[in-house]
């Protein structure tokens, strides 16, 4: 027992001396970060997803928009005229009525919206008009596609949504923005409140709670930007003086979108 106990003590000192990571050993010539604070780091703030950034092995920043209007998104932009069991109405009484969410002026997060300012963003035109929540159907959002090397695994961690107010809205004085909310913030609200739901409007029983539907990715959304060098929307990449600019920047988002599904799809290939 002696003997054992004084070959433990001297296997200690050593590892002491040498200073190995006895509970983690890696060589660091294959991953330099093995022993710094990087393969522990995790977004805690945005992202609803446990990503080491140590194990990110590939990142595009991509921003999106949903139309809610389009006849896939009909789910989430409520029932009947009013459109008051839908999504933007669920994220107003959120911030509003239950106090649940904050909201802020920019996508840095560094300016907060009082709730005065809020509702005035989200009721009242360029021009002071009044607007109903039917008018509201652009849904932004930002989005990191990520290859998480650990789990072998293509992800969509979405960082946060933007409420749009449409130009037409807007008394054609531009599209404003009303207000920035952190995803994170957005999904451990609504799946604590089943009431909110995406509705299926084909079978009653299987209306899915905001979290779960986009989890699910169950919408149709458009690429508006991605990481680039001018830091700029797709459609100011366009040539303006192009016959249909358009047409054109829809097609170029489209090419994009292809590229990550090949890039999804071609993983795998030898």
């Given at each position: 027992m002696k003997l054992k106990n004084y070959f433990s003590l001297c296997l200690v000192i050593c590892a002491l001396i040498l200073g190995s990571d006895v509970f983690g050993q890696a060589a660091t010539s294959v991953n330099p970060s093995n022993s710094g604070d990087r393969r522990f780091k995790v977004d805690t703030v945005f992202s609803v997803l446990p990503i080491r950034e140590d194990d990110i092995l590939f990142q595009i920043s991509v921003w999106r928009r949903i139309?809610?209007?389009?006849?896939?998104?009909?789910?989430?932009?409520?029932?009947?005229?009013?459109?008051?069991?839908?999504?933007?109405?669920?994220?107003?009484?959120?911030?509003?009525?239950?106090?649940?969410?904050?909201?802020?002026?920019?996508?840095?997060?560094?300016?907060?919206?009082?709730?005065?300012?809020?509702?005035?963003?989200?009721?009242?035109?360029?021009?002071?008009?009044?607007?109903?929540?039917?008018?509201l159907y652009y849904l932004d959002f930002k989005e990191d596609f990520i290859f998480d090397k650990h789990h072998s695994q293509?992800?969509?961690?979405?960082?946060?949504?933007?409420?749009?107010?449409?130009?037409?809205?807007?008394?054609?004085?531009?599209?404003?923005?009303?207000?920035?909310?952190?995803?994170?913030?957005?999904?451990?609200?609504?799946?604590?409140?089943?009431?909110?739901?995406?509705?299926?409007?084909?079978?009653?029983?299987?209306?899915?709670?905001?979290?779960?539907?986009?989890?699910?990715?169950?919408?149709?959304?458009?690429?508006?930007?991605?990481?680039?060098?001018?830091?700029?929307?797709?459609?100011?990449l366009v040539d303006p003086d192009h016959p249909n600019p358009d047409l054109v920047a829809f097609l170029n988002a489209l090419e994009f979108e292809y590229k990550l599904l090949d890039m999804e799809n071609s993983l795998w290939e030898w």
């Open positions: 139309d809610l209007r389009e006849k896939y998104n009909h789910p989430l932009y409520g029932s009947g005229d009013t459109k008051n069991d839908g999504i933007f109405n669920n994220i107003y009484k959120s911030i509003v009525e239950d106090n649940a969410l904050e909201v802020f002026a920019d996508e840095s997060f560094t300016q907060p919206l009082s709730i005065a300012e809020f509702q005035n963003n989200f009721w009242i035109a360029a021009n002071g008009d009044s607007i109903f929540v039917k008018q293509i992800k969509f961690d979405v960082k946060y949504l933007e409420l749009v107010m449409p130009s037409p809205t807007n008394a054609n004085a531009g599209q404003k923005t009303i207000g920035y909310i952190r995803y994170k913030d957005f999904y451990n609200h609504f799946k604590d409140h089943p009431e909110a739901k995406w509705l299926n409007f084909q079978n009653d029983s299987k209306s899915l709670t905001y979290d779960q539907a986009f989890d699910l990715r169950l919408f149709r959304s458009v690429v508006r930007k991605y990481t680039n060098s001018d830091d700029a929307l797709i459609a100011d």
